[in-house]
């Protein structure tokens, strides 16, 4: 969570507002229906040769034969019957043409149940929307009333283990999924789509433009709409938003692979100048019409985006980072324009091809680029992967010996949208090996003996892909995720490993005293990172203030042991000692994000060097390191829970060395008593006067940290049955 004062002096203690938009439709599975579609048994059985459909399903209802109508989508305006039977089973032996356009419902005593092969695939957690049988208010209608209930509306939304993605099959015969509005996002007027926690929205086509929405909005619960500083955990990916695209929100939140027609003045249009928040990320999307302006946010990072020329400001308050892209804005003191994305490679995407089968796009590696991965008509390039011959399709209910095994037998897995609950950790073990998760996936560590080691490993293996997950700790464990064991040393640089939308979290939920080591740590060399949340929490359903720094302990967000790696859009918040701690050579960062813990009770519990140094820096690169460089770095201090008595020396620390460069640091304090008193080695000045920056620290004058040496988690330390590849 993350602070910036507005005009109205309004506090970021406001308690929550609930806002229910409720609309007047009901989906046909969102009422008791769905309920009766959990408990009963429903299979599909596609015979290929034959093109016929069998469905079977469990007994239900009285009395009376079982009627059987059939659909093109789930949600389709028209179901037209094509059977009657007493039996438990039914073949349709003249289903329409492509096979994921047959929706049927089994109807009896006024229960209705749904079967299909994208529901037997999927789950239940993801929802797909077809055009070619829907009205254009279809999709809008049912994702705004799970808005209203689960989204925001709920009595704890932002808590809720509730997990939901939307999926669009791509337009056809020029039609679109916009229901028609006017003016910005935010307004009844606009009739926008309005996503809430834990939801995600993908288009099915191979470009942005196969799948045509109107508008999108986030709307923010805090201080009567103005406040988007927890506005969190949601995404959006791969299709044209043709009205208005009004992304008000803070972190862990992903905007991919867009093409966006129009946007409000200000991308986060609540409150006008008023709004605040603490995004965000933006990547590989192309603005056509009108430049967007990030006014209200502390920061943001926008990576491989095309804007329309222009001179006009773009926004932000502290620390705006802008790579690859093409018309970005003028460098200033909080701008950074970079300009090329040394090497990055987009995250893996779901679509459906024109041979009417899912399939799965994983971009290739890509150096020194500039703007958007793909064109009008080209995807990009990169591989195609069957989605039922190549990956294991995870449901909710799957444990983790499910997935180790599949990926054993050489499988890539798709998370749907869930709440995993796993005994033991995710063990990827082969080269180019692929986690993929939709709707903000949580990988979830139980409260069991065994699994006290973390949520993720990944051996030291080329081509890993680890994308789109949140992990969560209900545990006491050494990590949370940990990328090759420690004193890894392959060569990963003809084939790196990329992490991307990670979020791990630490607290905020569970209901035990927890203690972790580090919440993620990377010892692989050539691992690329593109756009982690590491979040030990602020705020959440238990007690804060002093009673959270014994409670939820984790000492490092990040720490950094492998050579060569590079990170876009770092945010890491609240750990309780260095929140990033670098020891692997030739690190970059493009764009870092911090808070220091709100909760430490005093100085004594917070400092490092041997207790010589108040608090601990929130990115810290070891004096025996020879070379690294970061661009566009934040610190902010919010010290809330404390005695009144409790600083920060500095906001970085690195070593006085000629190779090791910071630039563009910035530090301030939002609320409480506490300071930062320096940006960087002694130098800098104290938040205690207002905003402190620092726009080149090379080898500098300041005052080098002390030498420490850092014990990190070894072999012998990991329990008995993780079995770790040399």
Known sequence: MNILKSKKGISVFTAFVFILILSSFVSPDSSDE????????????????????TLSWSAFGSSGNYIITRGGSRL????VQVGSTSKLTFTDNKPNTDKYENYYKVTRNDITIIISLENQIFGDNMYFYDRKHEKA??????????FAAIGLGGA????????QAYYFKANVNGQTYDVGGSGSASSAEANSIELGFYSHIGGLGKVPSDVKLGSIFTRPHLSGGANAT????????NVEVMRDFSWTVSQSTSARRLLIGSTSKYISDIGNTNFWGSGGFIADTHYTSSRPNWAGQQQWYTRNTVFPSGSGAMGGSYNMVWQGCVNPPQADEKNAPISTTPIIREKPFLFLDKDGEYKVSVPAWQKDRVGVSWSATDMGKGKIQDLLNDWYVTK????DVEINNALKAGKNVFFTPGHYSLNAPIQVNRKDAILLGAGIASVTLEPTEKNTWGCIYADDKDGIIIAGLLMDSFNSTTYQVRIGDQGAKADHSADPILLTDITCRVGGVQSKNIQIQVSMQINSNNVVGDHFWLWRADHGSQKGGDARWVRDRCKNGLIVAGNDVTLYGLFVEHFQEYEVLWLGERGKTYFFQNEPPYDAPNQASWSSQGGRIDGYAAFKVSNTVKEHHSIGMGSYAVMTGTDGNVNKKNGFEVPNSPNVTLEKMCTTRFAGSGNIQNVINSTGGSTATGAKRVALYNNGSGTQPYDEEFNLPSSESYPAYIKMEK
């Open 34 to 53: 769905k309920k009766q579609e959990k408990k009963t048994e429903r299979k599909i059985v596609y015979n290929k040769k034959k093109h016929d459909m």
């Open 76 to 79: 389709a305006s028209d179901f």
């Open 137 to 146: 208010e279809t999709a809008r209608n049912e994702i705004n009333s799970h």
């Open 156 to 163: 704890n939304g932002e808590w809720t283990t509730k997990r």
């Open 230 to 237: 927890c506005t969190f955990w949601r995404s959006v990916e």
């Open 396 to 399: 909710e209910s799957d444990t």
